[in-house]
């Protein structure tokens, strides 16, 4: 869960992070879709980075999909402070589906709307929800 989380922020931050000369692409995955990340200001939005994104997002919500029954096992406060967080990670990277996996143009973000939605999510929380082809 730890691990999806951390990958879903680096495919939410492309915008900020490629134009500082950061990557955390991989960079055997950008080369089978075509692209350079040596010089990571270089990487601009294209059908290819899109696809990239695409795979990498998939990769994100399957890990979140083996980890998804951990928040159920944990009591109290802690259990319900991490079904939230685990839905906030979700809903960011259905927000990057929405988009078309362009995230490098645009960060996609939480906003004060998306928390009855978080909210009714942490309170109905189910494992099986965390399906990697419900974002498609």
Not at 25 to 36: M, Q, S, Y
Not at 75 to 80: D, E, F, K, L, V
Not at 109 to 117: M, R, T, Y
């Amino acid at each position: 869960m730890c691990s999806s989380l951390q990958l879903i922020n680096f495919w939410q931050d492309l915008s900020v992070d490629l134009p500082r000369g950061r990557s955390y692409l991989p960079r055997a995955d950008a080369v089978r879709h075509g692209i350079d990340v040596s010089d990571p200001r270089a990487v601009v939005d294209t059908p290819a980075l899109r696809a990239l994104v695409r795979d990498l997002v998939a990769w994100a919500a399957s890990l979140m999909a083996q980890g998804a029954p951990l928040p159920l096992r944990v009591p109290g406060r802690a259990g319900w402070e991490l079904r939230l967080v685990v839905h906030g990670g979700w809903r960011i990277l259905e927000k990057i589906a929405r988009m078309n996996h362009a995230s490098r143009l645009q960060r996609p973000a939480l906003k004060a709307s998306d928390l009855p939605l978080l909210a009714w999510r942490g309170w109905h929380y189910r494992a099986a929800w965390f399906a990697p082809e419900r974002l498609s």
